[in-house]
């Protein structure tokens, strides 16, 4: 850059004749400038200082003679070494050299034309004008932005004060969960996903289950088989000693032994109670009860279902299903199957005709308009101690055989009321 300004000073200094002569800028216009000017101008010097070049770099120009040496110009190398500005016919070389002189106005600096001999003749060539003066850019002042107030989006609420914000509370036709204008969240409960007098149906299984008549131990139980007796009324009291309930102890037995010893034959019960609170599709870890033939039937009790129906809601029926087996064909049969109301059997009696089969299956007693002989609401359904009772009946009249229940599961069908109901 500094070596094209130094060109530049150059053609502003010197006449048509001068210029075109000495400084080669007719080598220029063809292409060929860069040796021209780096060996013939007599401008290097003052160019290589502009250009910030070490002093023992500077070119040497003897002020006698037209032929300059030293470090070659950065914009190319001559290849001859040497050229002789010429005045004149083409190719005569005479050394003779014009003063330069000084134009009459900078800003517009002549045309040069220069002729110059070659190896196949001469040609003729425009001198390339000087760049123009570059205009400092005025810089202009940062446009301006209007915003319409449409543009400038939603206005922002100041955040409610929970200190002076009264919460709002929910009224009687609203449900769910939502957050009001103090921030708060407000659940009003679950919103009905029915319409009203649509059925709507709630399956759950028990949690829990005892025996009904005997409230103590499998170790317990077992004990009153080797309890001594005179008469009945010792083994009544020591079945209530270890958790038998009136009517089962009302049912044992007194019973004579070989060697002239009496000993209490126990009202059968249900044992391994915990086993139908679960599923476990195995008859050995289900509830057992052996049955026999008497008059006493003990009642087993599944609760704990966690229904949760709604309290606006009506029922239109109960369905209970037994997981249960029998240790022998034709041996077991159903006695009763009845509703508990907290803890307490308290409907109408169900049961299935024909004997238990041998692998677990599920049988289902009551159904989805079946109330079992009485009114029911939400709240006795969801109770801790809503569930059935189920007992077993021993279809022979001699020997014994197993009855097994493993779970059970409890379906209530209700529906919404409509304003009309």
């Known amino acids: ?56 770099e500077l070119p040497k120009t003897d002020p006698d003679d037209l032929t300059t040496t030293g470090t070659a110009s950065p914009l190319g190398a001559d290849p001859s070494g040497t050229t002789n500005a010429s005045e004149g016919t083409p190719g005569q070389a005479n050394g003779t050299r014009t003063e330069p002189q000084t134009p009459s106005a900078i800003d517009d600096p002549p045309t040069s034309s220069s002729t110059a001999g070659g190896p196949a003749g001469s040609s003729t060539s425009e001198a390339a004008s000087p760049p123009a003066t570059a205009a400092t850019p005025t810089q202009q002042p940062a446009p301006t932005t209007s915003v319409d107030a449409a543009d400038a989006g939603p206005t922002v609420d100041p955040e409610p004060d929970p200190e002076t914000c009264d919460p709002v509370a929910c009224s009687a036709d609203e449900c769910g969960v939502s957050v009001d204008e103090c921030g708060q969240t407000r659940d009003c409960g679950p919103c009905p996903s029915n319409t009203c007098g649509e059925s709507i149906s709630v399956t759950k299984g028990a949690s829990t289950s005892r025996g009904m008549g005997f409230t103590g131990t499998d170790d317990d139980y077992f004990s009153l088989y080797d309890a001594p007796c005179d008469t009945v009324a010792d083994c009544e009291v020591a079945c209530a000693a270890v958790g038998g309930d009136e009517a089962m102890c009302a049912a044992s037995e007194c019973t004579d032994n070989f060697d002239d010893t009496k000993d209490c034959l126990p009202a059968t019960a249900w044992r391994n109670v915990a086993g139908a609170a679960q599923q476990s ?26 229904l949760e129906v709604p309290s606006d809601a009506i029922i239109d029926g109960i369905e209970v299903a037994f997981l249960r087996a029998a240790g022998s064909a034709g041996d077991v049969t159903d006695y009763e199957i009845r509703l508990l ?75 919404h009321a409509c304003s009309a109901e």
């Open 341 to 415: 109301e907290a803890g307490e059997r308290s409907s109408d009696a169900r049961a299935v005709g024909g004997d238990w089969g041998t692998e677990l299956s599920w049988v289902e007693y009551g159904g989805p308009t079946d109330l079992w002989g009485r009114t029911w609401t939400p709240a006795m359904v969801n109770d801790p101690q809503f569930g059935a009772a189920i007992s077993a009946d021993y279809l022979q009249t001699a020997g014994n055989a197993r009855a097994y229940v493993d779970h059970a599961q409890i379906t209530v069908h209700y529906h």
């Open 281 to 306: 599709d195995d008859i050995y870890s289900a509830a057992v009860l052996t049955v026999v033939y008497q008059d006493y039937e003990d009642f087993l009790a599944v609760e704990g279902f966690g």
């Open 1 to 56: 850059m500094k070596y094209e300004l130094s060109v530049y000073t150059a053609l502003m200094l010197c006449t048509v004749a001068a210029c075109g002569r000495r400084s080669g800028i007719g080598d220029l216009a063809r292409g060929d400038g860069g040796a021209a000017l780096g060996k013939h101008s007599g401008f290097d010097e003052q160019g290589a200082r502009d250009a910030g070049a070490p002093a023992d």
